[in-house]
């Protein structure tokens, strides 16, 4: 929550033989009633103060203009901020977030680890799968990436996650969340490359879109603008993993591919 500080009121301030009351300049819709520019975000009330007379017959000589919006400039709101309340701490590199419920939250971690959080208590889901990660010395790429809940979670239980195996490439999987335990965990995707991260979006029900980016680490990649690897695309897969039969066929191929679009470089979200 944010609590703004009114600001002080600057009284009546006299400039040679002309005055100007500054208690009328510090609205922005003003100024640019003065321009003869109205403002596309000027509000009824605002608009009804502008247009009143009296407001504006203090105001007599152009000058004062230029020095009322020299000040409106500099004179910044104060803005207080609350700290907002810590869920949950000890985490090395959180990388998503899928919200449940209004307390209920589940977190990947890039190293391997996937928490659920739940009645203010944070558990790590077992039996996970094990992950790679690589890192330039400043940034860790790979590892458990994104998390995401199937469209009607509610009944299915369905969550997705993307994640590097063991063996370098990346990967979707899908399992039933019941309470914190892992049911019926299953790789719906293998890709054939590495990625540097990865998001989820889902379509409808049916299907969902997932991103594998191009790092060109720890392995040399073709590059997005290849056809023939999965690095640097979109792909496009149905709630089973399946290729949908609507999907594009590109130059080269006689049938679709998972490839919705490609020749991106690391999009997440």
Not at 25 to 48: A, D, I
Request: glycine fraction near 8%; charged fraction near 20%.
């Amino acid at each position: 929550m944010r609590s703004l500080k009114s600001k002080r009121k600057i009284s009546e301030v006299s400039l040679g033989r002309t005055e100007i009351n500054f208690e009328y300049l510090r609205q922005m819709p003003l100024l640019f009633h003065l321009l003869q520019v109205k403002p596309y975000f000027v509000t009824t009330q605002q608009e009804s103060f502008i247009s009143n007379s009296s407001s504006m017959k203090e105001i007599r000589h152009p000058i004062l203009l230029i020095i009322a919006l020299i000040l409106f400039s500099c004179n910044k709101k104060n803005v207080e901020v609350q700290d907002p309340n810590v869920l949950a701490t000890g985490f090395t590199i959180p990388w998503a977030i899928e919200v449940i419920g209004e307390e209920e939250f589940l977190v990947t971690e890039r190293l391997g680890q996937l928490y659920h959080y739940q009645n203010r208590k944070l558990t790590e889901l077992p039996n996970m799968p094990r992950v790679k990660t690589v890192s330039d010395g400043y940034l860790t790429y790979g590892g458990l990436m994104d998390v995401s809940l199937h469209p009607t979670f509610e009944t299915n239980r369905w969550v997705y996650i993307t994640y590097v195996g063991l063996d370098w490439s990346m990967r979707v999987a899908r399992f039933v969340l019941q309470d914190n335990t892992v049911k019926n965990f299953r790789v719906i995707f293998e890709s054939d490359a590495f990625s540097i991260g990865s998001r989820i979006a889902w379509q409808d029900e049916e299907h969902f879109f997932v991103s594998q980016g191009s790092g060109g680490n720890p392995y040399p990649e073709p590059g997005g603008q290849d056809l023939n690897s999965d690095v640097g695309k979109i792909h496009r897969l149905t709630a089973e993993g399946y290729i949908p039969v609507d999907n594009p066929v590109f130059d080269g191929h006689t049938q679709p591919t998972s490839i919705w679009s490609y020749g991106h470089r690391d999009q997440q979200g």
